[in-house]
């Protein structure tokens, strides 16, 4: 590697006006400089034998009109003037008479030959004229300094104005910065983009940022926007790496909604890259979203298609923080990405079904939905959280923490969705999976969220291990729903909250709906001894009533009969109940075991029993409860 320091190395050991000084001081007439200050200055520059000749100049205009005797390189202190960080050290090239002057890297010299930039890398905007003062209009100056061929650019600390127009930037590019202190600020862009993204040569890739991005009273349509290229092949997409801040609101979150984009990066074709994505939108998640601007953070869209895109996204105020489009597959948005004060959190729509994709230990603080999937196979969720705050807007529309629609395969494990603890207008359901196929595990769903699954038109769905905080309905299946796996589960909390654990429609075939009956919950005991002494009916419901039961009828005032009724709205294929009735001595309690409400009697019992015990076994077989055995007991004690 090349030993001689950069443009940048020299000034930062000097200091921008202590460089300007020095070259005042001590490079005006350096023909009279020692041989040890020119290998000095060949171990810095590289001028070699050059270096006799060396001077300097205030500024790029004063380069143009300079002419000496026997001139071969010319420190200039300054673009406009001495220290505004266009200074540049410029070697004549004599035998180039027909370079065009690009206002930057290449000059024309009063001679007929051209002045160049004697530097590699990291041309900065400002030897291009670019003031930075966030009143100029830069955009001449940028469009060249992004023009100038050179693949390493530099865009200084400042605010560099652009006035309604749009910046072309090459693909190939690396642009470093000085960080989020490094700001583009575009003025009168209604719907015109900010950085449009050239299509390039196969395998090229484009770097920017750090960089703040924002516009100043007005809406744009795009902040950046990559090209979609139906003509390149899938093995010859470019890849982009992009990090950038966007305010459509100030760092005390006060929102200006005259002010934003439509889409802050807008993505084509790619293969492979990385977007670190923060900032701040015009959407408020308090207000109707009704009228409002609906910004989005990124989109992912593409006429071939983007594959291995990793997005690190701190979002705030946006309508929409993500949107997939047909075409993206294999993509990753993670690494503590949070999402906040949004309608939709994630979007993932795709005609064409392509699969893969990762959402991983993501947070999502949503209005409408957390996450929305629709046509994604195969695609795996892992440590994700979805929330509602109380203080949002109460629409009239369902919330639903995770949205699967025509998802095969899908994972999901680790995810935690709370709905808050006010009740919403409409329905809120913690996941909702419309004809979609896959794996639910270590789920924790809490608070005011009316259903916890609701399961319509799924063909092939197990649901693991997790909890319930205060839920009223766990799991709805509907519209033929079939083969649905429903493992253990804890509720935790308030338990009398449940109404229901799994409710079915008509459509259901039970006998292929698989569910774990005996659920580890506080609330539901496996075993209860009853005593009754008056009618009545006692509803036995398999995961929320014990189902293994003791009655003992004592008598009454006077003959009466007592229902144990074998619910069939909540049970699936398998369940069994076992119940042991205690004969009472007195002539009058008769006890029956009913099929379901209002059904046909499976067992009756009466004192002709006596003291006996007799034990009665019932199973559910898909359509209704049968009995299997009926049996005395030799017990005395239960």
């Not at 006692?538 to 009655?551: A, D, G, I, N, S």
Request: charged content about 15%.
């Amino acid at each position: 590697m090349d030993d001689r320091m950069t443009r940048r190395k020299v000034l930062t050991a000097f200091g921008v006006v202590g460089s300007a000084f020095a070259s005042h001081a001590m490079l005006k007439g350096i023909s009279s400089a020692s041989a040890g200050s020119q290998s000095v200055m060949n171990h810095m520059y590289g001028l070699g034998s050059s270096f006799h000749s060396l001077c300097s100049v205030d500024s790029l205009a004063e380069l143009r009109t300079f002419n000496p005797p026997h001139p071969s390189s010319v420190l200039v202190t300054g673009y406009y003037s001495p220290g505004d960080g266009g200074e540049g050290l410029y070697v004549l090239d004599a035998a180039d008479t027909t370079s065009s002057d690009n206002g930057g890297t290449v000059i024309a010299a009063v001679s007929g030959g051209r002045w160049k930039l004697a530097q590699a890398e990291d041309i900065s905007a400002r030897q291009f004229g670019a003031r930075g003062d966030g009143s100029a209009d830069d955009f001449a100056h940028l469009q060249a300094w992004l023009n100038c061929g050179y693949k390493s650019l530099y865009l200084p600390a400042g605010k560099f104005v652009v006035d309604g127009n749009t910046l072309h930037v090459p693909m190939g590019l690396v642009i470093r910065t000085d960080g989020y202190a490094s700001e583009l600020n575009f003025r009168n862009m209604t719907g015109i983009d900010g950085m449009n993204v050239l299509e390039g040569n196969a395998h090229e890739a484009l770097s920017i940022g750090p960089l703040t991005i924002r516009t100043i009273g007005t809406i744009g349509r795009y902040a950046i926007v990559t090209p979609n290229g139906t003509g390149i092949f899938a093995n010859k997409r470019p890849r982009y790496d992009f990090d950038v801040f966007f305010l459509g609101a100030d760092s005390g979150k006060t929102i200006f909604p005259g002010e934003g984009w439509d889409v802050v990066v807008q993505m084509g074709d790619a293969r492979g890259g990385t977007v670190a994505l923060t900032g701040f939108g015009t959407f408020n998640p308090n207000e109707d979203p009704a009228g409002q601007h609906q910004m989005t953070g990124i989109r992912l869209s593409g006429a071939v298609g983007n594959i291995q895109v990793d997005m690190t996204l701190r979002l705030n105020n946006l309508y929409r923080g993500v949107e997939l489009g047909s075409g993206t597959e294999g993509f990753h948005i993670g690494s503590g990405s949070e999402i906040v004060g949004c309608w939709y959190g994630i979007e993932a729509t795709n005609s064409s079904s392509e699969p893969g994709g990762f959402i991983t230990a993501c947070h999502v603080n949503a209005v409408g939905m957390a996450y929305k999937l629709v046509k994604r196979p195969e695609m795996i969720i892992s440590g994700v959280s979805a929330y509602r705050s109380d203080a949002f807007f109460n629409h009239s529309g369902e919330w639903r923490g995770i949205h699967l629609e025509d998802c095969q395969r899908v994972q999901i494990s680790g995810a935690n969705i709370v709905h808050g603890s006010l009740p919403h207008l409409s329905t809120s359901v913690g996941v909702y999976a419309l004809r979609s196929s896959g794996t639910v595990t270590n789920y924790d769903i809490q608070k005011a969220a009316d259903i916890g699954f609701v399961i319509d038109a799924c063909p092939d769905l197990t649901i693991a291990s997790g909890a319930f905080l205060e839920i009223p309905k766990l799991f709805e299946l509907r519209n033929g729903s079939t083969d649905i796996t429903i493992g253990a589960y804890t509720l935790r909390g308030n338990h009398t909250a449940v109404t229901a654990c799994i409710a079915m429609d008509a459509s259901i075939n039970r006998t292929r709906i698989f569910a774990v009956q005996d659920v580890p919950n506080p609330a539901v005991k496996r075993y209860q001894a009853v005593s009754v002494s008056a009618a009545g009916t006692y509803t036995v419901k398999p995961r929320m009533t014990p189902t293994e039961l003791q009655f003992a009828p004592t008598a009454g005032t006077a003959a009466y009969v007592y229902d144990i009724m074998l619910d069939k709205d909540h049970s699936v294929a398998g369940d069994t109940a076992t119940i042991k009735v205690i004969g009472s001595s007195s002539a009058n309690p008769t006890v029956r075991i009913l099929n379901g409400t209002g059904g046909a009697v499976l067992s009756s019992f009466d004192s002709s029993a006596g003291g006996k015990r007799i034990v009665c076994a019932y199973l559910f077989d898909g359509t209704g409860w049968l009995e299997r055995s009926v049996v005395d007991s030799a017990e005395t004690s239960y």
